[in-house]
């Protein structure tokens, strides 16, 4: 009786070091192997990127009559009355975003979706540039100018 | 007999201990390795943050910036000054004592994309043995003065890390 009683209380004991060294084992799994590495340049990098390039891109002045982008993409909106040497407006916007982006964001081999769209037209986008895989991580940076009839947006999403 | 007995006992006890002391020694490696990889993530992520702290420094130097409409904006030609008086041998204290001090070890260069590719180079030192670098890419605009146009460019940060 007292031999099974001693040999009870080791399995206990067993059973006591079993369950701490799991549950060590799994807070070293939870807190330390699953811990997600920091991205903090990464979401920097993105979001600045995004928005800076649309607000450098929109006072760009292009070739066409010293026009910026956005006087262009107005034009483009509206009346289409800037002629750029036989080209217009929305050409020559179209052309100035293409080179822009080819030295940039192509070069760096970054992942985006760049749209100029009217507030009434989203499907029918006035430029269109670059894709992104559906499920993939954005930062997006949207601007607006008011054109003649309606307002036009321009949306820059880099994703990762 | 009874001597016998307790000397199994005492075998017992030594070994009972020898493997906990194992197992306390395995535990202590493991913790020591995984100790090691949480500083180096760390380091990894203060180096990062250097990196951004440099880019952000550049972005609002005075002596790049536009004198008016100044956001995200740089000067031509005080870019060009600047590139001239940091990249002149003359000017060496100035490169490695006041401008060494706000940028450290790392490389900063100023391109044109549109509407011609010109490249300018603001500062650079690098050092011997560099483990790591961190590269961050800003887009600016470059006004020129005496064409009063604003032309694309693109702000290249590189942090070197020993």
């Known amino acids: 009786m007292r031999k099974n009683k001693k040999s009870q209380a080791e399995i206990v004991g067993l059973v006591i070091i079993v369950l701490l060294i799991t549950i060590g084992l799994l807070f070293v799994v939870r807190f330390v192997v699953l811990r997600k590495p920091s991205d903090v340049k990464q979401t920097f990098v993105h979001s600045e990127l995004a928005s800076n390039m649309i607000n450098v891109l929109l006072k760009t002045t292009t070739d066409c009559k010293k026009s910026d982008v956005t006087d262009l993409f107005q034009d483009c909106a509206a009346f289409k009355r800037i002629d750029c040497d036989g080209v217009d407006s929305c050409e020559m916007v179209n052309d100035t975003i293409e080179k822009i982006l080819n030295n940039s964001l192509d070069k760096w081999n970054k992942q985006y979706e760049f749209r100029a769209y009217k507030s009434n037209d989203k499907e029918h986008p006035i430029s269109s540039y670059g894709k992104c895989a559906n499920n993939a991580d954005r930062e997006s940076a949207t601007y607006a100018i008011p054109a003649e009839w309606e307002t036009l947006f321009l949306q820059l999403d880099i994703c990762s | 007999m009874k001597n016998k007995k307790s000397q199994i006992k005492m075998f017992e006890t030594i070994a009972v201990l020898l493997i906990f002391f194992v197992l306390i020694g395995f535990g202590l490696i493991f913790y020591g390795r995984i100790w090691g990889a949480t500083i180096q993530d760390t380091e990894g992520e203060n180096f990062e943050l250097k990196a951004i702290q440099t880019a952000q420094l550049v972005s609002f130097l005075p002596e790049l910036q536009c004198s008016s409409n100044n956001d995200d904006c740089f000067d031509i030609l005080k870019v060009e000054a600047l590139s001239k008086i940091i990249n002149n041998i003359q000017n060496k204290n ?63 940060v590189d942090v070197y890390r020993k």
């Not at chain 2, 670098?133 to 003065?145: G, H, Q």
């Open chain 2, 94 to 156: 100035l490169k490695n004592e006041y401008y060494y001090d706000i940028f450290g070890f790392s490389s900063i260069t100023i391109e044109q994309a549109y509407p011609s590719v010109v490249s300018w180079s603001i500062y650079n030192k690098t050092t011997e043995g560099t483990k790591a670098k961190s590269s961050i890419n800003i887009p600016v605009s470059l006004y020129d003065p005496n064409l009063r146009k604003y032309n694309f460019g693109i702000l290249t």
